[in-house]
């Protein structure tokens, strides 16, 4: 038999020996999963256990937090050269109990349906003065019955990728954000990390995350004034944690975006000229008593002095991280005009922690509206609890096992049969377990009670094939058996599809643990349609007929 010849033979068996192999692959051997840990920081590293598999809370320990995000929205009709003129003029408003900064505010366009939206995210703003400050903005026929409370969709979808990027910057396996509906028409930002206590999750999701350096120099009043020179998203490549032995300091290399606009303008240039301008390359340079001014301990800054001062206020959030003074060679490169060319600086902050906290804010960016912790609501189990619902799971799973193999064997009493049943159905859960581990699922208890529903509707398929091809006689042919497979298989086929349909809506729709049960049982009823029912029916012929 040639090669083509046997493949189209065995083509069935082939098949599942090839997906069972992956899965094993994607189980146990490392590195051999699809996702990689190239998200992970250059210091950090994933647990590697026994196998690839990565378990939820339920079976891992940690917690789960939904929280709504902050803010308010307004359709609005302007024209496409007002855009960044809106939401500057937004920020700057004077509002009662609000001081808004030019990320607090946003004009966004929606090419679908060719409209501009508004937003502020900020709860001290009230609709109303959200309505007064469109209208001085040069935005007609807004009123506080045009605002809405929430975000668009744009900014939920940003939240869930700053969200996802800062759990992967941390190194944390098994983390995954998500929104969902409620029946209000509501959004909650769900954000789910084993090995993490509540206490922890909730300071990773409410530090908004936005970086700045704000120059402090002298104004034309004779005092001093803040300006914010360099923004977050302005730094195309910031570096990793590092430490300097020489010098004994934590920073973050970063390198600002020298990328030209039409006009020929970059961040990079434009942080140079604010230098330049302000002084900070000239009389400015190395003028800033550091120790004096700032407190490292408490990240109180002292501006009270008579001497002029020239100092970089490295800032995340609200608060104070470091300040520094404009090093010589820096300037001069800045003061020459030359350094932009290779725009490039460290920015130096106090401890280890710091310095990680600064370069994952960095990478994953500012979140866009802050959570609304009030509103939060909290799902926590400890790591004691999931070790022993992991071991409860295993137990459930093995007599579940122990259990179908009874059942076969006391229905058929013939080992041709009842043997590779058995292994046909144990063979599509490590497919599905390699599947889950190929694509970095965290397994939980509602995906274990999937696994055990789909060994047994797997088993009961089988039954049916074996049922209907020995219930009508022996089979002396293969043309009789694929006769009787085939009725069979079209059986197994309309109940696949209608247990599909079925749980379809709860895999799409945001109903928490009852998500992964029917996202394990559909993938289980597929994997058992299209591959192991068929190399099941295959092995059947072989021992039942001639052929």
């Known amino acids: 038999m040639g090669p083509k010849a046997f493949v189209k033979e065995y083509w069935r068996l082939i098949l599942i020996i090839a997906f069972v192999s992956a899965a094993l692959v994607a189980l146990f051997i490392p590195g051999g999963i699809i996702a990689d840990d190239s998200l992970a920081g250059e210091n950090e590293t994933v647990d590697q256990g026994a196998s690839n598999i990565e378990y939820g809370l339920g079976l891992e320990g940690g917690t789960r937090v939904s929280a709504p995000p902050i803010g308010m929205t307004a359709d609005i009709d302007i024209e496409h050269d007002q855009q960044r003129e809106v939401a500057q003029a937004l920020a700057v408003y004077?509002?009662?109990?609000?001081?808004?900064?030019?990320a607090d505010t946003r004009v966004r366009f929606h090419e679908d349906n060719n409209r501009y939206t508004a937003e502020i995210f900020s709860a001290d703003v009230s609709h109303a003065?959200?309505?007064?400050?469109?209208?001085?903005a040069g935005v007609e026929g807004v009123t506080e019955?045009?605002?809405?409370?929430?975000?668009?969709?744009?900014?939920?979808?940003s939240i869930l990728d700053t969200i996802e990027l800062r759990i992967n910057e941390a190194g944390l396996s098994g983390g995954q954000t998500y929104q969902e509906a409620t029946l209000g028409g509501q959004y909650y930002i769900v954000t789910e990390v084993p090995g993490m206590s509540p206490e922890e999750l909730r300071e990773l999701l409410s530090d908004r995350g936005d970086v700045r350096i704000v120059a402090y120099h002298p104004a034309e009043d004779g005092g001093h004034t803040n300006t914010t020179v360099l923004q977050g998203d302005q730094i195309a490549e910031p570096g990793t944690a590092s430490y300097n032995d020489q010098r004994g300091y934590h920073y973050v290399p970063v390198t600002v975006d020298a990328t030209e606009d039409e006009d020929g303008n970059s961040p990079a240039m434009e942080y140079q000229e604010s230098m330049r301008e302000l002084?900070?390359?000239?009389?400015?340079?190395?003028?800033c008593h550091t120790n004096e001014r700032f407190d490292r301990t408490t990240g109180e800054f002292d501006d009270q002095h008579d001497d002029p001062q020239w100092c970089l206020l490295t800032m995340v959030d609200d608060?104070?991280?470091?300040?520094?003074?404009?090093?010589?060679?820096?300037?001069?490169?800045?003061?020459a005009q030359t350094w932009v060319n290779d725009p490039t600086f460290q920015m130096i902050v106090p401890t280890q922690q710091d310095a990680h906290h600064l370069a994952v804010n960095l990478r994953s960016g500012a979140l866009e509206a802050p959570l609304d912790f009030s509103r939060e609501q909290t799902y926590s189990v400890e790591p004691t609890q999931a070790q022993q619902f992991q071991l409860y799971s295993i137990i459930i799973g093995g007599l579940a096992?122990?259990?179908?193999c009874g059942m076969i064997f006391l229905r058929y009493r013939n080992p041709r049969v009842a043997a590779p049943m058995f292994l046909t159905a144990m063979a599509e859960v490590v497919i599905l377990l390699g599947f889950a581990a190929a694509i970095r699922m965290p397994l939980d208890l509602s995906h274990v009670a999937g696994f055990i529903a789909v060994v047994g509707t797997g088993v009961d398929d089988l039954v049916i094939i074996a049922d209907e091809v020995m219930d009508e006689g022996d089979v002396n042919s293969s043309r009789v058996f694929e006769s009787r497979f085939r009725k069979a298989f079209w059986i197994i086929g309309a109940a696949a599809a209608t247990t599909i349909i079925a749980l379809s809506p709860l895999a799409v729709l945001s109903l928490g643990d009852?998500?992964?049960?029917?996202?394990i049982t559909i993938l289980g009823v597929l994997i058992g349609v299209l591959i192991t029912?068929?190399?099941?029916?295959?092995?059947?012929q072989r021992l039942l007929t001639d052929k």
């Open 145 to 157: 019955d045009d605002i809405e409370d929430g975000v668009t969709q744009q900014t939920r979808d």
């Open 514 to 519: 009852l998500r992964g049960f029917a996202i």
């Open 533 to 540: 029912r068929p190399a099941y029916g295959d092995i059947l």
């Open 129 to 136: 003065e959200f309505a007064e400050a469109l209208q001085s």
């Open 401 to 404: 096992v122990l259990t179908v």
């Open 94 to 102: 004077e509002y009662e109990n609000a001081d808004l900064e030019s």
């Open 319 to 335: 608060d104070i991280v470091d300040v520094h003074r404009m090093g010589g060679d820096l300037g001069q490169n800045m003061h």
């Open 279 to 287: 002084g900070f390359t000239s009389e400015g340079l190395e003028r």
